[in-house]
């Protein structure tokens, strides 16, 4: 679904991203983590077009590092940044409609007007509490709920690809279980999931991959089973070096 | 006459002031909110309305109302593609930065303000009204296109209200003005909403000038006073604000039409500039600004419903 080659990311004058490459199949969610400063956050902005980039980014076979950034997200790549970065002054209702427009809404492209309620229907059912909240402006939401709201908004353009940095920032343990289980959902609906997260344990069961950053290159790709096993010796070593938190 | 009449008059010279003055700055206040540019420049397209108002009134001067007509209709949107054409060559070439900006209107206002006084020379212009009519009120009679002028720019207004709230291309205008890369990451192609939104800026600087030029006269320098009465509409309002714009344009058109009337246009000019002094002062955000956290969240802020709550326990 994505795959990404030699992709090399810059702000300005410093690269950030070298030689970075992964591949990224249809219902599969992969976790990237890396100390910060790693490139995480940054390899996220290069397939959404917004920092300056070379090298290759397909997805389902389509180019996308020669599009505008406002081109990508019609590609069926939903983007859910870190810190929710909402439309603040912006009700639920207005935040999800630019999500719907996203996937042509306005001008000619699948979303038509009855599949968008359609949409909007599935995704408030992912998160109920937005429901009841539709005419209230985002920045009076609580973390948890605008959080909800950065997710249902990126839900709302019918991704094919989803990017997620860091969703569990900040939420209480009650709020981490409705991520993973609409992460859940969404891995059997077919969607590829890339996920950037430093809370090791929240994401980990959810994953059926995980790749290691450090200083922009990807250095270690493996299934999570490997990061179980054997008594958690290779959590030791993945862990350890790449994130470094001692286990 | 008595005081109330001549009250009642100022008044209504107030609200002409006013209406224009709205039209003005929310062109500014749009340009400014979801740019974040600050156009200098502003007060030459309210320039250049009018003094292309007199050249299609002058080229079509069969009948007043068929010329000027016209001049509604095709001046905006000139001065539209102006500023479109401005917004192509310059501002995108700058990436909007904001004090490249800054610099590269200060330069657009002399090229558009030299070209006009080469091109239609040095005198003031006047331009006939569409019609005359005057209303009588039980103390004087007052001009009908006056009042005309203040019910056209209240439609625009509505209008202009209606687009931006209640329909989508509104809804990418202040999705953009919130976050620029969010918007792009959603899909809102932001620099062209940014050409849009500046030619639609100084095309209602323009609208402004031709509904009031009948009134005044067209001249190469006009231009001045409508960008210095904007800048402070829209910092009176709050940098962004639209319904803070409308807001402080109705209290300063209407101050500066009264004092003017009562005392003196230059005392009134003293009075706007300094309520800017003391707003930048005791509320730098403006009378509408959004404020930098917003307060009304917190239980210990007035506008919190449970702001009686807080004080009652803290009492406690």
Known sequence: MLKIEQLNAYYGTVQVLRDFSLSLGAGEVLCLFGRNGAGKTTALKSIMGLVQRTGSITVKGEELVNL????????????????????????VAENMTIGLMARGLMTSGIMTKDRAAETRKKVLALFPPLASRLNQVAATL????????????????????????EPTEGLMPSMLATIREVIMALRHRGVAILLVEQRVEAVLPVADRVAFIENGRIKDVVGVEQLSENHGRLHKKYIGKYIGISQ | MDFGPFLFLASLEGLVQAAVLCLTALGLCLVFGVMRVVNVAHGEFFMLGAVLAWWITNLISTHPALGFVA?????????????????RLILKRLSYNPEATIVATIGLLYVIQQTVLITFGADA?????????????????????????????????????????????????????????????????????????????????????ILVVPIRQAHYLMGLDPLLLSFIV????????????????????????????????????????????????????????????NFRIYPNHKGHKGYKRHLRLNKK
């Open chain 1, 142 to 165: 609580s973390g948890g709920e605008q959080q909800m709201l950065a997710m249902a908004r990126a839900l709302c353009l019918e991704p094919r690809v989803l990017l997620l940095d």
């Open chain 2, 71 to 87: 001049a509604l209709i095709i001046a905006p949107v000139m001065v539209g593609l102006i500023a479109f054409c401005a917004d």
């Open chain 1, 68 to 91: 505008a950034a406002h081109l990508i997200p019609r590609r069926g790549i939903g983007y859910v940044p870190q810190g929710r970065r909402l439309f603040a002054e912006l009700t």
């Open chain 2, 234 to 293: 829209v910092i009176i309002g709050g940098l962004g604000s639209i319904r803070g714009t409308v807001a402080a344009a109705i209290l300063i058109g209407m101050s500066d039409g009264i004092i003017s009337v009562f005392f003196s246009p230059t005392l009134a000019k003293m009075v706007s500039t300094t309520l800017v002094a003391f707003i930048l002062v005791f509320k730098p955000e403006g009378l509408f600004g959004p404020s930098v956290v």
């Open chain 2, 125 to 209: 212009r006047a331009v006939n009204a569409p019609f005359y009519f005057r209303v009588q009120f039980p103390w004087f009679g007052y001009s009908g296109y006056k009042l005309l002028v203040i019910v056209a720019a209240a439609l625009i207004l509505l209008g202009a209200w209606f687009v931006i709230t209640r329909t989508r291309v509104g809804l990418m205008m202040r999705a953009t003005q919130y976050d620029r890369e969010m918007a792009q990451s959603f899909g809102i192609p932001v620099e062209r909403v940014y050409t849009v939104v500046f030619a639609v800026g100084a095309m209602f600087a323009a609208v402004g000038a």
